[in-house]
């Protein structure tokens, strides 16, 4: 019995969800499940952790508390959370479709260094080591040196976070580029066979380039730092990695497109999916070449969109800079635009199936093509200087995750029976997508609007205009929570397919 | 009309809107039919899909194109460099550390034009302004060592006690980084 198996078996409630029997599709199955799981299990924290920030500003109990749980918050959401989902979501169906092994040595290191370094950066986090999950760089430096924490906790913290960059940006694109391209077909593995044309392999490997290339330099930057750290490298080396510009930069090309990779695969993940749930069974989208136009339109504006972030720099950053960072920002809308009609004219053209499974994936579009409109909308330079840094921005980083994140749970979903050999609650899923989709809705328009009246984001004391905001962040941050509850109960009372 | 959608964030949301809403009410119409109405395949001619798509992408950039070129006299960066020789403009240093603002100059009249010229000197701030009803009527973002100072022109027309804050998470007392200032 592989180790993966062994540790779903032991955790409560939440090994209950992934009950795998000892099969011939274990390689595809095991460890996919184990990191689906364990993302659930960091959610369930992360949540918590979410609704206790309003709580704390309505309670006083004093900002420390706050900038504790938001530095856990949005790291836990980001990275062990939606990033572990999807990772393996997409290692599922590499491995179904490519027929290739996806338990091995790569896949094994990803957890580990993902896990690993998430908790090691909660540790840090707990001794005092604030910096929220964006790192704004000089802070953690200045930060030690103010006495707000230690530099002992400041190297953990840091040493956490190189561990998840690491999986992120080296193992897992390295691991899903060896199934796309050398490894060997496994035939017994292949259970629904797909080439590299086809929009979803396409927007996998685009997905996991794009974090590649924009990741390598920022672990370059952050490895010197964190060498440096260690006493390996003196301070002559690394004074240029420890401008706070050249540390921005590096970090926002790759944090954004860390965003703009995990959009356009699970886009991809949608265009592989959608066909399989259509009434008339053709198995086709209404147009591949369509598709793929939408993933390479995607790919190639988001890249430079990440001016959008230092418009307010101005004229530190340049306006031509700004003024492309507009530009392209909106041109990322015209590959949603025909992403859009791409689906809707599936839909129309072949009729769907209503199964659960498709309409949380339909339900996730329409989370990230809602929150998509909101980033474009905040990327014109003219409302950026009123937004940037509000609780506008901050909202569509949160919801932008919820999106994500609720397109692959469909995808759990539709590939549960094949994953466990059992049939998801079907009642039970069709609460948890309604609950799922009225509380994105609520915390989406509660942010926006927050934002759109000046309340600023990672403030630890809210001025008394902004607890209306507070109170329906609780409504549906607990409505959240209740879908997500059904949503695990869903997959815990699952059936087996043998009856 | 078209100034207020682009000099009140309120604009941003009402825009938003404007986007979101077709965007809702096609889609689960369309969802709705095929799933729960008429769930077989439509009938609909090739030519008739190629004549929405064409429409639909045509739709999407004449709104962005009309979106965008609408907001260019509203800019700050469009503001600031048209104003860059108007000896009219009032300019004010602000220096950024943690946790407080320095100005240089802190009284300020109706109708006066000011340039805030700000900067950090520790780590990543914002010279934010916040308008006497609540509302953000701009953010700078201070990055250490960027060259330059940030730098935006603005003309107060309202009276009022006017909240500067930080706006970018600048460590455990980032929520005490604020200030106020008269506008007379």
């Known amino acids: 019995m592989s180790a993966a198996i062994n540790i779903i078996d032991k955790v409560p409630f939440f090994g209950g969800m992934f009950q795998i029997e000892s099969n011939e599709l274990n390689p595809v199955n095991t460890w996919p499940s184990l990191m689906a799981m364990t993302s659930f299990i960091w959610f369930a924290i992360a949540a918590i952790l979410g609704v206790s920030m309003p709580a704390i500003q309505f309670m006083e109990l004093g900002s420390n508390w706050y900038y504790q749980n938001i530095t856990l918050h949005g790291a836990a959401m980001a990275f062990p959370f939606a990033f572990q989902l999807m990772v393996a979501m997409s290692l599922h169906r590499a491995g179904a479709c490519l027929g290739k092994r996806a338990d091995d040595i790569f896949v094994s290191l990803f957890y580990v260094f993902m896990n690993l370094g998430a908790l090691l950066l909660t540790v840090a986090v707990l001794l005092g080591f604030h910096v929220t999950y964006t790192v704004m760089f000089p802070l953690p430096l200045v930060g030690a040196s103010m006495g707000q924490w230690s530099m002992g906790t400041l190297v953990l913290g840091f040493s956490g976070i190189a561990l998840v960059l690491t999986s992120m940006i080296f193992i897992y694109p390295i691991k899903i580029l060896k199934m796309s ?7 017994t593995l292949q259970v629904a066979e797909r080439t590299l044309k086809d929009p979803g392999m396409i927007g996998m490997i685009m997905g996991v380039l794009v974090l590649l290339v924009t990741g390598t330099p920022l672990m370059i930057v952050a490895g010197s730092l964190l060498l440096h750290l260690y006493g390996i490298f003196p301070a002559a080396w690394i004074g240029w990695a420890a401008e706070p510009v050249v540390f921005e930069f590096v970090f926002y090309i790759f944090a954004h497109n860390l965003m703009e990779a995990m ?4 886009i991809g993940a949608v265009y592989a999916t959608l066909p399989l749930c259509t009434a008339d069974g053709s198995r086709k989208l209404y147009s591949d070449k369509i598709a793929i136009l939408a993933l390479w339109i995607l790919l190639v504006t988001s890249v430079t969109s990440f001016f959008h972030h230092f418009f307010t720099m101005y004229p530190a950053l340049p306006s031509t800079f700004a003024y492309h960072g507009n530009i392209m920002s909106y041109a990322t809308g015209v590959g949603g ?3 859009i009609f791409t689906i809707l004219a599936t839909i129309w053209k072949h009729g769907i199936i209503p199964t659960p499974a498709l309409f949380l994936i339909l339900g996730g579009f329409v989370m990230y093509i809602l929150d998509g409109a909101s980033a474009i909308v905040i990327s014109n330079v003219a409302w950026n200087f009123k937004l940037h840094g509000t609780m506008w921005a901050g909202g569509h980083a949160m919801v932008v995750l919820i999106a994500i994140s609720a397109l692959w749970m469909g995808m759990l979903y539709y590939h549960y ?6 049939t998801i609650d079907d009642s ?3 609460s948890s997508i309604k609950y799922l989709f009225i509380s994105y809705i609520g915390l989406f328009y509660t942010f926006i609007a927050a934002g759109a009246a000046g309340m600023p984001r990672r403030n630890g004391a809210w001025e008394s205009d902004w607890y209306i905001y507070g109170v329906f962040m609780i409504i549906f941050g607990v409505m959240l929570i209740y879908a997500f509850v059904l949503y695990f109960l869903s997959l815990t009372r699952s059936k087996s397919l043998d009856y | 009309m078209i100034e207020y959608l682009y000099t009140n964030a309120w604009g941003a949301f009402i825009v938003l809107l404007m986007f979101q809403i077709p965007f809702l009410i096609v889609f689960f119409h ?3 039919k095929k799933a729960f109405i008429e769930s077989k395949p439509g009938k609909t001619r090739p030519e008739k899909y190629s004549y929405y798509r064409y429409s639909w992408i045509a739709l999407v950039l ?3 194109v009309v979106v965008n070129s609408a907001s260019i006299k509203y800019m700050p960066t469009v503001v600031e460099a048209n104003s860059a020789s108007d000896p009219n403009v009032k300019n004010v240093d602000v220096t950024a550390s943690s946790w407080a603002f320095q100005f240089s100059e802190r009284e300020f009249n109706v109708g006066e034009t000011v340039r805030f010229k700000a900067k950090s000197t520790d780590t990543v701030h914002s010279f934010a302004l916040h308008h006497p009803d609540g509302n953000l009527l701009f953010t700078l973002m201070l990055v250490p060592g960027a060259g330059t100072e940030s730098a935006v022109v603005h003309t107060f027309t309202v009276p009022g006690e ?8 600048c460590g455990i007392a980032h929520h005490a980084m604020k200030n106020t200032f008269t506008v007379m």
């Open chain 1, 181 to 187: 391209f050398f490894e060997k077909t496994d035939d």
């Open chain 1, 263 to 266: 959009a356009i695969m699970i």
């Open chain 1, 337 to 339: 635009a025909l992403t």
């Open chain 1, 417 to 422: 029976p094949l994953m466990t050999n059992r």
């Open chain 1, 428 to 430: 039970t899923a069709r």
């Open chain 2, 30 to 32: 369309i969802v709705n």
């Open chain 2, 62 to 64: 004449v709104a962005f």
């Open chain 2, 162 to 169: 006017y909240t500067v804050r930080c706006l970018e998470y």
